[in-house]
């Protein structure tokens, strides 16, 4: 299939491009830097130069694909709601783009966006939450949208995905634990991230595109729910740091911005996925990541 990829020069979508192209596709990578370019074309795919908010565009090289799988996204969290609003506008251009053809679209969201119907751990058929109340929330909005006409349209959510160098908002939780001298948790930490290792997500990404069903949301998760507690000590061990519960009211002083996170469950399952998929994640899991990699160059 010739599969256009936007966002192919990120964390995720610079593993996507070899696992489209071990499986036989021909990958078209958005890039909007030399560097990107040379890095894609080093990989084996052909480069379409671009910025995914030019809408022009990302329509010239959508209509030339098979299928699309659209992993871009602006992680300047100073902008969400701006950066969330284009992320709306560009499925709403790669919809338009496959109306009339059963050309499949794979959307990323989070698994994070979805509130669990029994406020334990989020399904695939769950609600997600809308952009007044997040931002980010536009992405599955737009989706929902496209969904509804019947396109052959495919959620993707992530959890936290990682391998030894990238581990998303976990790196964040480094850099303030270097800049406090401490690692911490709130309470007893027993609130849960969940987790894929990057391999398993590109993986699902790839068996979504060729065989997912239309209007499906899969839930790319390898681990439930990791503690925060278990996250901070292996950090703390990593970087050899003390470990300590720090109270709810303490959070914002130590956390800053992402104290509202740091206290709440985001535990969420894919077994739909697993079931319909037939997806079975064996990459390492989130502590042995952390637990190998290099605190020095994080
Ligand atoms: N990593 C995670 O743990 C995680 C968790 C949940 C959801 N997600 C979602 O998964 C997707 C991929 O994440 P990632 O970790 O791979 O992100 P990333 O490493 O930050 O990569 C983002 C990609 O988007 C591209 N991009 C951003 N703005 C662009 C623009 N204006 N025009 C063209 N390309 C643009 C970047 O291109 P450049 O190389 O030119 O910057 C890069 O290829 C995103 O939607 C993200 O929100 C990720």
Do not use: C
Not at 2 to 28: D, K, M
Not at 116 to 126: C, I, L, M, N, Q
Not at 183 to 188: I, L, M, Q, S, W
């Amino acid at each position: 299939m010739r599969v256009f990829l936007t966002g192919a020069t990120g964390f995720i979508g610079s593993l996507l491009v070899p696992e489209l192209i071990n499986a036989g596709h021909h990958v078209v990578g958005l890039s909007r830097s030399d560097a990107g370019a040379e890095a894609l074309k080093r990989a084996g795919a052909e480069v379409f130069r671009g910025d995914v908010n030019d809408l022009d565009r990302l329509r010239i090289a959508a209509e030339a694909a098979e299928g699309v799988i659209h992993a871009a996204f602006n992680h300047d969290f100073s902008n969400l709601q701006q950066h969330s609003e284009d992320d709306r506008k560009v499925i709403e251009t790669l919809g338009e783009v496959q109306a009339g053809s059963d050309r499949p679209l794979v959307i990323t969201s989070g698994t994070g966006l979805v509130r669990s119907k029994t406020g334990g751990t989020a399904v695939e058929t769950d609600d997600h939450v809308t952009s007044a109340e997040f931002p980010r929330a536009a992405t599955e909005e737009a989706a929902d949208i496209l969904i509804a006409k019947g396109r052959h349209v495919m959620v993707m959510r992530l959890p936290q995905v990682h391998n030894t160098r990238r581990q998303g908002r976990i790196t964040q939780h480094i850099q303030l634990a270097r800049q406090r001298g401490r690692v911490a948790y709130v309470g007893e930490g027993k609130n849960r991230l969940p987790a894929v290792h990057v391999s398993d997500a590109v993986r699902l990404y790839r068996i979504a595109l060729e065989k997912g069903q239309p209007g499906a949301h899969y839930h790319a998760v390898g681990e439930e729910g990791v503690a925060l507690r278990d996250i901070a000590e292996v950090i703390g061990a990593g970087m050899r740091l003390p470990v300590e519960s720090i109270t709810q009211e303490g959070a914002p002083a130590y956390f800053g911005g992402l104290a509202p996170l740091v206290t709440i469950d985001l535990a969420a399952s894919s077994a739909l996925t697993r079931e319909r998929l037939g997806w079975k994640p064996t990459g390492p899991d989130l502590l042995t990541d952390l637990r190998n990699m290099d605190y020095s160059a994080a």
